[in-house]
């Protein structure tokens, strides 16, 4: 396609229920990025993706939260038993990959959760 | 550890009067330093970048930053505001180097607004 995309745009839930956050990248691109940004605030890094290989998930908030990315390509972030702090938006980027000069990080639009 | 401060979370400007959003960083190794535009509805877009040369850098729509190593700022600025700038702006953080490369952090951003 022609960007990043996502999917759902919106998700409401009840408390208690697990929800799956999709994210397809920009086609042959690398990396792939999860932030989450709550309302008033910045995005903040969650994890992140070379390939299929997750490089880092320092930035997931606690055991609930965990994503794959199975074939290197679309991505799945899974919350389970949600809270209603974890009501935000959830945005993905993706790079073209890792090397010596930078490579921009595009945006989705973002998964904006509601959690009652 | 990087972190960004951005002073004000709201800025209001008149029609063609100077842009100025200001960013200060906190990086204990060189940084690539970052503004992102967000409009209403859509994702973060990319509006200059700086990783390494001149300081002084420009970006889409006549926006520039000059990256200040002593004063540790990274300020967004532009000649005549439209009100198509109209949107939220971020300032954003990554090492140069090292594993947390690629990961950006996020200030909490700064809402412009414009005035006819």
């Known amino acids: 396609g022609a960007g990043v995309s996502q999917s759902p745009r919106y998700k409401v839930t009840k408390r208690g229920q697990d929800v799956a956050l999709r994210c397809d990248p920009i086609?042959?691109?690398?990396?792939l990025y999860w932030y989450r940004q709550a309302l008033g605030q910045g995005p903040e890094f969650l994890t992140y993706?070379?390939?299929?290989?997750?490089?880092?998930k320092s930035g997931l908030p606690n055991d609930r939260f965990s994503a794959e990315r199975p074939e290197g390509s679309i991505s799945t972030l899974t919350i389970q038993r949600t809270e209603q702090r974890d009501s935000a938006m959830y945005r993905c980027?993706?790079?073209?990959?890792?090397?010596?000069?930078?490579?921009?990080?595009?945006f989705g639009p973002g998964t904006r959760l509601t959690v009652l | 550890a990087q972190s960004v401060t951005q002073l004000g979370s709201h800025v209001s400007v008149s029609e063609g009067a100077l842009v100025l959003l200001r960013c200060n960083y906190s990086?204990?190794?060189?940084?690539?330093l970052f503004w992102y535009v967000q409009y209403p509805n859509q994702g973060l877009q990319l509006l200059l970048k700086y990783t390494t040369g001149a300081t002084l850098v420009k970006g889409i729509n006549g926006f520039e930053a000059e990256f200040k190593k002593s004063e540790t700022s990274f300020h967004l600025t532009k000649p005549s505001a439209h009100m198509s700038d109209a949107a939220e702006y971020f300032c954003a953080v990554t090492p140069a180097g090292g594993t947390s490369y690629g990961k950006l952090t996020f200030g909490q951003g700064t809402i412009l607004t414009v005035h006819p």
């Open positions: 980027a993706s790079s073209l990959g890792v090397s010596s000069s930078y490579n921009e990080q595009f």
């Open positions: 990086s204990s190794v060189p940084p690539y």
């Open positions: 086609s042959g691109h690398v990396s």
């Open positions: 993706f070379n390939y299929e290989a997750q490089q880092d």
